[in-house]
């Protein structure tokens, strides 16, 4: 069977955006914690695959989630019901940003990245 692994946790407001590395010990701890808090409202993309998938490590379990979860893809058929769902389109279509690949946020040495940077000009 196929085995998924998580490789990194992004978190951002409004006012920074990071990346972490499931590699630091640290991660799991941040999203228990994060997701253990009542007064939070988080947005997963995807978070019906992601939620199970945490639970399956063991990190915490989907019953003992507290936060409020969106979801931008259920978001996004109400907003247009043709449009696309991938998280970068609707990144640059309602946030006005652009987000980074994969390999420009990864570095050997770097546990700690920004992920998203606001375009000057954007088409």
């Known amino acids: 069977p196929r ?9 951002a407001s409004d006012k920074e955006a990071f990346v972490f590395d499931f590699d630091d010990p640290i991660t799991p701890l941040l999203i228990k914690a994060l997701l253990s808090e ?3 409202e988080i947005v ?9 998938l945490i639970d399956a490590r063991k990190i915490i379990s989907i019953k003992d989630v507290k936060a409020t ?3 931008p893809m259920i978001c996004q058929f109400l907003i247009h019901e043709e449009a696309d769902k991938d998280l970068k389109t609707m990144v640059r279509e ?9 390999d ?5 040495n770097d546990k700690k990245k ?10």
């Open 44 to 52: 997963i993309q995807n978070p019906l695959y992601d939620l199970v």
């Open 94 to 102: 309602h946030c006005y940003y652009r987000m980074v690949t994969y």
């Open 38 to 40: 009542q007064e939070l």
């Open 114 to 123: 920004k992920i998203c940077s606001k375009p000057t000009v954007f088409p």
């Open 3 to 11: 085995v998924a692994i998580p490789t990194l946790l992004s978190i």
């Open 69 to 71: 979860i969106r979801d």
């Open 104 to 108: 420009e946020v990864k570095t050997d």
